[in-house]
């Protein structure tokens, strides 16, 4: 029962941080965090400059499932919105 009342907690808590976050003046996240890039992705989809070739994935290269960033680890991202490259590993760079 304490299982299914902590997934219940995990999935509100979940909500409220995205919605917050969508809405702050500044987001840091994890890039191979989905929830992070869910959120960078959120606050940049109706800017008329693709955020993520930008800022997020200039100078990088891809290698079957492996993205490679030229200074890793490193911060990209623009004014209000960064994201953390910790590694060369990112499942997530086709993230819609």
Known sequence: ?????????????AIVEYQTLVAARFQLGIITSSMSTLIAYARTVDD?????????????????????YP???????????????VSGVDILDAFP
Not at 1 to 9: H, I, Q, R
Not at 49 to 65: A, H
């Open 71 to 85: 200074h890793s680890p490193s911060m990209m991202g623009n004014a209000d919105t960064k994201l953390m490259v």
């Open 48 to 68: 008329e400059e693709d955020f993520f070739e930008t800022y997020v994935f200039p100078g990088s290269s891809k290698n079957g499932l492996n993205r490679g």
């Open 1 to 13: 029962m304490l299982d299914k009342l902590e997934a219940l907690y995990f999935d509100q808590k």
